[in-house]
Nanobody, 122 residues
């Protein structure tokens, strides 16, 4: 089971750090990803990280502002979000998949957390 946390309401330009912890399983061998979904929009790939942490991948809209990392010893993945804008407002989900590469499609990840709301006000 995946559980995302760390969302909240912030002002534009501020930062948040999301966490995703896995319970009941180890994250070893899993590619982890973050997606987000704003009201009325499709789920959007945000970032992904290989299980060793040696490779990361970002959606174009967050490159240079967001950083994904993981601590396999803690079964936790993080998403550091800086320079937030109102366009980043969405529910953020973490997802896991036994993939060999980082896919940006939601269907590549069979395991999902419940989501955490991020609201950025202008």
């Amino acid at each position: 089971q995946l559980q995302a946390s760390g969302g909240g309401v912030v002002q534009a330009g501020e930062s948040l750090r999301l966490s995703c912890i896995a319970s009941g399983r180890t994250l070893t061998s899993y590619v982890m990803a973050w997606f987000r979904q704003a009201p009325g929009k499709e789920r959007e790939f945000v970032s992904g990280i290989t299980w060793t942490g040696d490779r990361t991948y970002y959606g174009d809209s967050v490159k240079g502002r967001f950083t994904v990392s993981r601590d396999n010893a803690k079964n936790t993945v993080y998403l550091q979000m800086n320079s937030l804008t109102p366009e980043d407002t969405a529910v953020y989900f973490c997802a896991a998949g036994r993939n060999s590469v980082i896919f940006s499609t939601a269907s590549s990840y069979p395991n999902w957390g419940q989501g955490t709301q991020v609201t950025v006000s202008s």
